[in-house]
């Protein structure tokens, strides 16, 4: 073989192995956000998900899809008013429990809608609020699916308890000003 034949295979290879190099280090710099945004969420996505690189898929489908929302703050006026309506929910809870969590799912999903996500399904909504708010998604699905079980009729006065300190920890993440700064503060039931 040529010398030049043999310094142009090398310096394929070379260029291969570079190539190949770069492109492995941008998809763990990929990997790195993508755990540091979702925390947890991450965990439990490639759990569910069919590979690691699809729960990866998802979880950056999620931020583009976030990226086109219009996710604003509430008003000094607006926050006054929610706060109000949840605590009057947590006076209801003690004589109707299960009413004051299906209200506090309602109020949740307003409040949701006010800040400018999604007002879909459950999952919908729990996917766009896992972008921006990764450390309390989970008391979230945790609450909601407390609700789902109560509709037919599984819930015991504890579990409807615990949902509510799920979604007053969500509530008050959503209250927040700056949702950049959220889950500095969390009241309890």
């Given amino acids: 073989m040529p010398t030049g034949a043999v310094i142009t295979l090398v310096a394929l290879a070379i260029i291969l192995v570079i190539v190949v190099i770069a492109l492995a280090a941008r998809r ?6 993508l755990r540091e945004r979702f925390g947890p969420e991450y ?11 699809s729960a990866e898929r ?8 976030h990226e086109q929302l219009s996710i604003r703050p509430l008003s000094d006026e607006a926050r006054v008013r929610y706060t ?9 809870f003690v004589d109707r429990p299960a009413d004051a969590v299906v209200d506090a799912d309602r109020l949740l999903a307003a409040l949701m809608a006010d800040r400018g996500y999604p007002t879909g399904d459950h999952e919908q909504q729990a996917a766009a ?10 008391h979230y699905r945790t609450a909601h699916d407390v609700v789902e079980s109560h509709r037919v009729g599984q819930s015991s006065t504890e579990a409807l308890r615990e949902a509510m300190v799920h979604y007053r920890t969500v509530f008050d993440e959503l209250l927040l000003p700056d949702p950049e700064h959220a889950g500095a503060r969390h009241r309890k039931v």
């Avoid at 965990?43 to 690189?53: G, I, L, Q, T």
């Avoid at 998802?58 to 899809?65: D, G, I, N, V, Y």
């Avoid at 109000?84 to 209801?92: A, F, K």
């Fill in 28 to 33: 763990q710099v990929q990997r790195r956000h």
């Fill in 43 to 53: 965990d439990r996505e490639v759990e569910h998900a069919p590979s690691k690189r």
């Fill in 58 to 65: 998802e979880l950056a489908r999620r931020e583009a899809e």
């Fill in 84 to 92: 109000e309506s949840w605590n009057l929910i947590q006076q209801q």
């Fill in 129 to 138: 609020l896992s972008v921006k708010h990764s450390r309390t998604i989970g």
